[in-house]
């Protein structure tokens, strides 16, 4: 039995303390994973907080980590002691189900987060997770940074390959931030011409050097209307309401409005406009496992990288107070 170290929330918007606990046998499919590195992500603090009425107290977040595999189990065959690994927001998947069998894991039926009830995060020196919701870090990955790409990173990525988006689309990318801002260095990398669209004058600069062609206002009611009709695909990372109906405007016949950040409101949308142009709203989540190696191997090879800001794990309560503060950029790791 091995103890693990880690930071809990003891109770719903508390600081977190110094939290120890037992880990039991180890499963023949489970993984052991010395963390060496964890992403902070919003959805940390939405559980901290009890947002969604679903947390469990004492409560251990953390599900982007990186780290080196410590123990497998017997039936574990796709890493050993001694690879550097991450983990992201799923840490069990059945197996079994349609979508598991049809390689879509993030769609299970019985998914198990990596911070869901009944199970400890990464904000630890150990985390555990079962078969291959654990990646093995390509080469060419740094494992100090890769942790936000399991999360932030796999989210962007996935519309890409999962809803067709072609190297001679014209995307554009709604909200320059944690997601955001690594978006846009995909679609330069997939071949697109990308557009930034920020409320923020401050990111213009940052926006272009990421990949954006150019950059558009999204606060500007001229700037929008100039822009009607111009893309392919939107990507929105925002989760603030907009005016949803001038975002659709600026789609071609045939584009779509992929949604990524997590909307608190209902998104209000008038339907003829949609009908008239065969527009399409999707959005998703995460992605499969096999999708999260791919997006890893397209990162090292087109040098896509996190930008982050590291503290070290005893800073995690001011780490999550500059998280909250909304002035991180883009991501934050903590160094264990």
Same mark, same amino acid.
């Given at each position: ?40 992500? $919003? ?30 189990? &017997?039936?574990?065959? @796709? ?10 927001? $799923?840490? /069990?998947?059945?197996?079994?189900? &349609? ?5 879509? $894991? ?70 320059? %931030?944690?997601?955001? $801002? ?10 697109? @011409? ?26 500007? &009611? ?35 409005? @992929?949604?990524? %950040?997590?909307?608190?409101? &209902? ?22 496992? /096999? ?10 090879? /087109? ?18 107070? @500059? ?14």
């Amino acid at each position: 039995m091995r103890t693990v170290k880690a930071y809990a929330a003891p109770k719903a918007g508390s600081k977190l303390e110094p939290f120890e606990y037992e880990l039991g046998a180890l499963g023949s499919n489970d993984i052991d994973i010395q963390v060496e590195y964890c992403g902070v992500c $919003h959805t940390d603090l939405s559980l901290r907080d009890n947002v969604w009425g679903a947390t469990e107290f004492p409560f251990v977040g953390g599900h982007e980590a990186t780290g080196t595999v410590i123990d497998v189990g &017997p039936e574990v065959t @796709h890493v050993k002691v001694g690879d550097k690994v991450g983990l992201g927001g $799923h840490s /069990h998947y059945c197996m079994t189900c &349609p979508q598991c069998l049809d390689g879509d $894991h993030n769609l299970c039926e019985s998914v198990q987060s990596t911070v869901s009830p009944g199970r400890n995060g990464a904000f630890a020196d150990i985390v555990r997770a079962s078969g291959v919701s654990v990646v093995k870090l390509p080469d060419g990955i740094d494992v100090a940074d890769a942790g936000p790409l399991f999360c932030a990173g796999i989210t962007v990525f996935n519309p890409f390959v999962k809803f067709g988006i072609k190297p001679t689309d014209r995307i554009a990318v709604l909200g320059i %931030g944690g997601l955001g $801002h690594l978006a846009l260095q995909f679609g330069k990398a997939w071949g697109c @011409h990308v557009t930034a669209l920020t409320s923020s004058s401050s990111k213009k600069e940052e926006a272009m050097a990421l990949g954006a062609h150019e950059v558009v206002n999204s606060r500007d &009611p001229e700037a929008l209307a100039a822009a009607a009709g111009s893309f392919d695909v939107i990507l929105s990372t925002v989760d603030v309401a907009l005016n949803w109906n001038q975002i659709i405007a600026m789609l071609k016949p045939k584009g779509r409005l @992929h949604f990524l %950040g997590v909307q608190a409101v &209902p998104a209000e949308l008038q339907l003829m406009p949609l009908m008239f142009s065969q527009l399409s709203l999707s959005s998703s989540l995460v992605g499969s496992p /096999h999708t999260v190696a791919d997006m890893l191997e397209f990162c090292a090879r /087109h040098d896509i990288k996190v930008v982050t800001e590291h503290f070290p794990f005893d800073q995690i309560n001011e780490a999550l107070e @500059h998280l909250e503060s909304g002035k991180a950029r883009y991501r934050i790791v903590l160094d264990n």
